[in-house]
């Protein structure tokens, strides 16, 4: 079975910039979760899809990043403009359905802002 | 506001030996916990869970021990090897079903096993 994928696995911007993530979740895996990991601290949810609608989005910061989950697949983050307290490491996990507290995750995109 | 938190950064021991790795929790609600493993330039791999109707839950080598009262878990890996040498991240999930598949991750905890 095909983990989830992400690309790119890492990225260099300067600050005002826009970034854009892309993640493919494992195949049949109804929701799809963005995490931001900020260095020395664990992973935050950023936002969660069931299927191609958003469950929480309560802690993505709307002025600059906004995600979709078109044809409830694939997922895009983006960020714009970003900011220099935005480089991180930007995971994306997948479960099966909403109801199941196992995640897989994918290996993050490194984001490091100038 | 930390809700979970893992209050070692780091932990070093000897090959064969016992780890402990520690985690405390504010939030009441919680019901669910789970420990992730995460080697350098990977995502973080789920290792062991409980839920909170149960006190213990082993898994091979992996033990993970729940006390609601004091709000704690610990997750005990015995012997350990080289290979456990990661970063390990206790998480934890509120029931109700809003908050399914919501995990609250704590700082994570370095472990190096020596030979």
């Known amino acids: 079975e095909a983990g989830v994928a992400q690309s790119p696995r890492y990225k260099i911007i300067e600050k005002r910039q826009s970034v854009a993530f892309w993640c493919n979740p494992i195949s049949g895996h109804a929701t799809l979760y963005w995490y931001q990991q900020i260095l020395g601290q664990g992973p935050k949810l950023l936002i969660q899809f069931q299927n191609n609608g958003v469950v929480d989005d309560s802690q993505l910061p709307k002025d600059r990043f906004s995600a979709e989950r078109l044809k409830g697949v694939d997922s895009t983050l983006k960020i714009q403009p970003a900011k220099l307290e935005d480089s991180a490491v930007y995971l994306c996990?997948?479960?099966?359905?909403?109801?199941?507290?196992?995640?897989?995750f994918g290996p993050g995109t490194r984001l490091t802002v100038t | 506001d930390q809700q979970v938190k893992q209050n070692s950064p780091s932990l070093s021991v000897q090959e064969g030996r016992i780890s402990i790795l520690n985690c405390d929790y504010t939030?009441?609600?919680?019901?669910?916990f789970l420990w992730y493993k995460k080697y350098p330039a990977e995502g973080p791999t789920f290792l062991i869970s409980?839920?909170?109707?149960?006190d213990k839950n082993e898994d091979g080598r992996f033990t993970v021990f729940l006390n609601k009262s004091a709000k704690h878990l610990s997750l005990h890996i015995v012997p350990s090897q080289p290979g456990d040498s990661a970063v390990y991240f206790c998480?934890?999930?509120?029931?109700?079903?809003?908050?399914?598949?919501?995990?609250?991750f704590g700082a994570g905890t370095q472990v190096v096993v020596t030979p």
């Open positions: 409980i839920s909170s109707i149960k």
């Open positions: 998480a934890a999930s509120e029931e109700g079903s809003d908050s399914w598949g919501k995990l609250q």
């Open positions: 939030n009441s609600m919680f019901d669910y």
């Open positions: 996990a997948s479960s099966f359905n909403g109801n199941s507290y196992e995640q897989y």
